[in-house]
């Protein structure tokens, strides 16, 4: 090194490069010096650039062992932290506080990882390197998010699981349709919704679509309404048939007396009146599907009965650029009705079970020793 009217001039050779930069540095950090002429260079012998990397290991394996008990301190508060929050999460407490046994996992779930957070940053900060926590954080709020999107839809489920648990709007083997698809409820899951269909197969349904979905509880309301039309001929008497059709409802055992059975007419067309036919039944007591079947052998059954015909609707087809059949001749071949056949009054029909029952016992199997998150004691929409 020279030094000339301020200019400071670097000769030689150095092992470390690194060193090179911290001399310059340090010379132009003197009093006096107006310029560093830089002309250091590395070496060319192996030995002495090894020997600044040796030399770095060393000083940083004697600092890791100077440290060896600071490092076994922070392990331990990490550890003692982490099982302290393990022991406390297996506490009762958690299931008191929580609104069911789902949302107690997720509380202790969440305290579990809370209590390893505070691990994290009691370790650092006994070995001094609080401020990597920062950078920790960050990173785990870059990979969360990227994890997140990915799996959308699964955190999506998750969430509308909890809003379903907290406030279920149907029970085990409730009847719904949801969606468009009908079945009785066999467990709620973290995941979907199965039901169980009217054909014996499983319905797996999304809880996001669930929660988001409409949904038609037919269990909530034992009572049920049914309905159908049917038509009389024009030259019936409308208001007579009406009544008459109301009367044969009403004298059934199946339907309900409150609320009452209602017969209206809906419209009047060419081939004649269109009655609406609606009445109650009891589900619990009665098959819907069957009470509604009975409802309307027994209507027309009394309809006709009382000499009223419900007209058979004909349809007159015209072939277009086919040869005129006018003049071609024709005879008519009336179609001859076939003797009516005795058959046994069904006037009366006994209550019929529902249908659906035959479903109650599969239900009752597949909850069996099976957890789900749908409780009894919750509240219900």
Same mark, same amino acid.
Not at 47 to 58: C, G, L
Not at 352 to 380: F, N, Q
């Given at each position: 090194m ?9 000769e ?24 560093v002429?830089? #002309?250091? #260079?590395? &070496?060319?012998?192996? /030995?002495?650039?090894? =020997?600044? +990397?040796?030399?770095?290991?060393? $000083?940083?394996?004697d600092q ?15 550890a003692? %932290? ?6 406390? !999460?297996?506490?009762?407490f ?8 789902f949302?107690?996992?997720? @509380? ?11 691990? %994290?940053v009691?370790a650092?900060?006994?070995?001094g ?10 990173a ?9 999107? $990915?799996?959308?839809? *699964? ?5 509308? &699981? ?40 499983h319905?797996?349904i999304?809880?996001?679509l ?6 038609? =509880? ?22 007579a ?12 055992s199946?339907?309900?007396d ?5 017969v209206?007419?809906?419209?009047? *067309?060419? /081939?004649?009146?269109?009655l609406?036919? *609606? ?6 007591? !009665?098959?819907?599907v ?6 309307i ?8 009965? +009382? ?5 058979d609707? !004909? @349809? ?7 040869? =005129? ?6 005879? /008519?071949?009336?179609?001859?009705k076939?003797a009516?056949? /005795?058959?046994?009054d069904?006037a ?5 079970k ?5 479903? %109650?016992?599969?239900?009752? $199997? ?11 004691d +919750?509240?219900?929409?």
């Amino acid at each position: 090194m020279s030094v000339e009217a301020g200019v400071v001039t670097l000769e030689g050779r150095v092992a470390d490069p690194a060193v090179s930069q911290d001399v310059a540095g340090i010379a132009e950090r003197l009093e006096g010096v107006v310029a560093v002429d830089h #002309a250091l #260079a590395a &070496s060319d012998d192996i /030995s002495q650039q090894i =020997n600044p +990397a040796f030399e770095r290991f060393r $000083a940083r394996a004697d600092q890791f062992f100077a440290r060896l008990p600071l490092f076994f301190l922070a392990a331990a508060a990490f550890a003692a %932290i982490v099982v302290l929050g393990i022991l406390l !999460t297996g506490l009762r407490f958690w299931d008191r506080i929580a609104p069911n046994a789902f949302i107690a996992g997720i @509380y202790r779930q969440a305290f579990r990882v809370l209590c390893g957070i505070v691990g %994290i940053v009691v370790a650092l900060d006994l070995l001094g390197a609080a401020a990597l926590l920062g950078t920790i954080l960050g990173a785990a709020g870059i990979v969360g998010l990227a994890i997140g999107f $990915a799996v959308r839809d *699964t955190v999506e489920n998750f969430v509308a &699981s909890i809003m379903l648990s907290l406030r279920q709007p149907f029970r085990p083997n409730d009847l719904v349709e949801i969606e468009g698809d009908v079945g009785r409820v066999i467990r709620l899951t973290s995941r979907a919704t199965i039901l169980l269909s009217l054909d014996g197969n499983h319905i797996r349904i999304p809880n996001a679509l669930v929660f988001k979905g409409r949904i038609v =509880n037919y269990s909530q309301n034992p009572a049920r309404r049914f309905s159908f039309d049917i038509g009389i001929d024009p030259d019936a008497d409308p208001e007579a048939t009406r009544v008459l059709a109301q009367a044969a409802l009403k004298a059934q055992s199946f339907v309900l007396d409150d609320p009452e059975e209602l017969v209206w007419i809906e419209n009047i *067309t060419e /081939s004649g009146a269109i009655l609406r036919v *609606t009445g109650w039944i009891d589900q619990n007591e !009665t098959g819907f599907v069957t009470a509604r079947g009975d409802a309307i052998r027994l209507v027309k059954a009394a309809i006709e009965a +009382a000499g009223v015909s419900i007209p058979d609707t !004909t @349809y007159r087809i015209r072939l277009e650029g086919t040869r =005129n059949l006018s003049d071609a001749p024709t005879q /008519s071949h009336p179609r001859e009705k076939p003797a009516p056949q /005795s058959l046994p009054d069904h006037a009366e029909q006994p209550d019929r079970k529902s249908e659906e029952e035959a479903l %109650i016992p599969l239900v009752a $199997a597949e909850r069996r020793d099976v957890s789900d998150l749908l409780a009894g004691d +919750a509240p219900r929409e």
